[in-house]
């Protein structure tokens, strides 16, 4: 087998018959259970930018020889358009991945994923120190290996390669943790997902120590084992590039009688689905989108002079926030809440505003109640849901009618306004007749 067919092979390299199918049009090509006899079809491939590897088991090949490239090897390696290679649903022993890895530094490929993948053994990393790897993106997902800890070594011997990286995602794998002298080697990372682990508040601090991460600017927690608000604060206020930060659907508990200043530097701050039943401060002062969705807040106050996007739905809300201390607030999601009114007269104040999404709430269908919402979907700022899920719950007669059919004219809904005049107009009459 030569190297370039072992490269793309990778860790396709498998026992059950199989075949490759390169679909053209998006220049993605899949292959399935291949082995030695197969391997021919994975020609079809070399056009491909994404390769997709499935299926199989390789401790057969522990042993395969893989010996330096000679320079018309490596010419033809460099001249593959592939840039993002995936390995799914495979026994990986990490001896042949260590050895496998270093001929990535031949080509052009950009970002490697693993998904449902098994590591077992442990590779002799120290043959990559000093390596240079053009892999940017490194993506696992429900992968199983050895814990991190401990292995602190290994990823120094990798460290010539991980100094460069700039994306990792270690996602749905059961992390617990991870130590701190790993994320001092992730210099240049800007992003970070470690989102369905089991990552506690105390291994969080003991991660984000002093020097981890210094560029690190997106990380997402979303739906691990954090409890404590004030907790997490603590655990990022050292990384000073942080930016977007996700803690989505975990339980977290807010100790009111301490407090934490989040890193300035953050604009996009999610805490949807976290339990929380109030809007804890001090937020982010530039702070552009905030959401607080599916918790169990019954008021919001918030004052945020930069703020563009306020997601709000699935509250307890009974009314809507007041955003005249948000004059750049260009999105306001209030769907599922309690809300029986919208502040129409703040939301015409405010010329940004454009998106208004606030269905699925009881809606008292008076002449303001529902001239408002009239309103807001003439000027097209009401969007999906807009007008079948926008029903009045008041007063009795309108009760299950959609808020569109209720009629606002001025005869209706404000009479003083057609009978006073009318009353004036007779009165002048009566004294010219006179």
Same mark, same amino acid.
């Given at each position: 087998? !030569?190297?370039?067919?072992? #490269?793309?092979?990778?860790?396709?390299?498998?026992?059950?018959?199989? *075949?490759?199918?390169? !679909? *053209?049009?998006?220049?993605?090509?899949?292959?399935?259970?291949?082995?030695?006899?197969?391997?021919?079809?994975?020609?079809?491939? =070399?056009?491909?930018?994404?390769?997709?590897?499935?299926?199989?088991?390789?401790?057969?090949?522990?042993?395969?020889?893989?010996?330096?490239?000679?320079?018309?090897?490596?010419?033809?390696?460099?001249?593959?358009?592939? $840039?993002?290679?995936?390995?799914?649903?495979?026994? %990986?022993?990490?001896?042949?991945?260590?050895?496998?890895?270093?001929?990535?530094?031949?080509?052009?490929?950009?970002?490697?994923?693993?998904?449902?993948?098994?590591?077992?053994?442990?590779?002799?990393?120290?043959?990559?120190?000093?390596?240079?790897?053009?892999?940017?993106?490194?993506?696992?997902?429900? %992968?199983?290996?050895?814990?991190?800890?401990?292995?602190?070594?290994?990823?120094?011997?990798?460290?010539?390669?991980?100094?460069?990286?700039?994306?990792?995602?270690?996602?749905?794998?059961?992390?617990?943790?991870?130590?701190?002298?790993?994320?001092?080697?992730?210099?240049?990372? $800007?992003?970070?997902?470690?989102?369905?682990?089991?990552?506690?508040?105390?291994?969080?601090?003991?991660?984000?120590? +002093?020097?981890?991460?210094?560029?690190?600017?997106?990380?997402?927690?979303?739906?691990?084992?954090?409890?404590?608000?004030?907790?997490?604060?603590?655990?990022?206020?050292?990384?000073?590039?942080?930016?977007?930060?996700?803690?989505?659907? !975990?339980?977290?508990?807010?100790?009111?009688?301490?407090?934490?200043?989040?890193?300035?530097?953050? *604009?996009?701050?999610?805490?949807?689905?976290?339990?929380?039943?109030?809007?804890?401060?001090?937020?982010?002062?530039? #702070?552009?989108? =905030?959401?607080?969705?599916?918790?169990?807040?019954?008021?919001? /106050?918030?004052?945020?002079?930069?703020? +563009?996007?306020?997601?709000?739905? *699935?509250?307890?809300?009974?009314?809507?926030?007041?955003?005249? !201390?948000?004059?750049? #607030?260009?999105?306001?999601? =209030? /769907?599922?809440?309690?809300?029986?009114?919208?502040?129409?007269?703040?939301?015409?104040?405010?010329?940004?505003?454009?998106?208004?999404?606030?269905?699925?709430?009881?809606?008292?269908?008076?002449?303001?109640?529902?001239?408002?919402?009239?309103?807001?979907?003439?000027?097209?700022?009401?969007?999906?849901?807009?007008?079948? /899920?926008?029903?009045?719950?008041?007063?009795?007669?309108?009760?299950? $009618? #959609?808020?569109? /059919?209720?009629?606002?004219?001025?005869?209706?809904?404000?009479?003083?306004?057609?009978?006073?005049?009318?009353?004036?107009?007779?009165? =002048?009459?009566? %004294?010219?007749?006179?």
């Amino acid at each position: 087998m !030569n190297v370039a067919a072992l #490269l793309l092979l990778g860790l396709g390299l498998l026992e059950a018959e199989g *075949r490759c199918f390169f !679909n *053209r049009t998006q220049e993605h090509c899949v292959c399935y259970n291949l082995s030695q006899e197969s391997v021919s079809s994975i020609i079809q491939c =070399l056009p491909a930018s994404v390769v997709e590897f499935l299926g199989g088991e390789l401790e057969r090949y522990i042993a395969f020889p893989i010996s330096n490239l000679d320079p018309s090897a490596i010419e033809m390696l460099g001249s593959l358009v592939i $840039r993002k290679i995936i390995f799914g649903d495979l026994l %990986v022993p990490e001896i042949l991945l260590a050895r496998v890895l270093r001929l990535f530094s031949y080509t052009q490929v950009q970002e490697l994923v693993f998904e449902r993948c098994i590591f077992e053994g442990r590779g002799n990393w120290d043959e990559m120190a000093l390596q240079d790897l053009p892999i940017l993106s490194l993506h696992f997902h429900n %992968v199983t290996s050895a814990p991190l800890t401990g292995r602190e070594q290994d990823f120094s011997s990798l460290s010539s390669w991980l100094e460069t990286l700039q994306e990792l995602a270690v996602t749905g794998s059961h992390v617990t943790n991870l130590p701190c002298g790993i994320g001092r080697v992730f210099r240049a990372l $800007r992003s970070l997902d470690m989102a369905q682990n089991s990552v506690g508040d105390e291994s969080l601090m003991l991660a984000f120590c +002093k020097g981890a991460f210094p560029q690190l600017q997106v990380l997402s927690l979303q739906r691990n084992n954090l409890t404590s608000y004030h907790s997490v604060c603590e655990s990022v206020q050292l990384l000073p590039e942080l930016q977007h930060l996700d803690l989505s659907q !975990n339980k977290l508990m807010a100790d009111l009688s301490s407090s934490c200043q989040w890193p300035a530097s953050l *604009r996009i701050f999610n805490l949807s689905n976290t339990g929380l039943d109030k809007v804890l401060t001090p937020l982010p002062p530039s #702070l552009e989108v =905030l959401d607080m969705g599916c918790n169990h807040l019954h008021t919001v /106050d918030i004052s945020l002079s930069s703020l +563009k996007k306020l997601f709000l739905s *699935r509250n307890m809300l009974q009314a809507s926030p007041s955003i005249r !201390n948000c004059p750049m #607030l260009e999105t306001l999601h =209030l /769907d599922n809440n309690l809300i029986t009114e919208l502040p129409w007269d703040e939301v015409k104040l405010l010329g940004h505003l454009w998106d208004v999404a606030a269905a699925g709430n009881p809606y008292n269908c008076s002449c303001s109640g529902a001239g408002g919402l009239q309103a807001l979907a003439g000027m097209g700022h009401l969007g999906q849901g807009w007008p079948q /899920d926008y029903l009045c719950h008041s007063p009795p007669h309108y009760q299950g $009618r #959609l808020v569109k /059919d209720v009629p606002v004219s001025v005869l209706q809904c404000n009479s003083a306004a057609v009978i006073a005049p009318v009353c004036v107009a007779l009165a =002048l009459l009566g %004294v010219a007749g006179a």
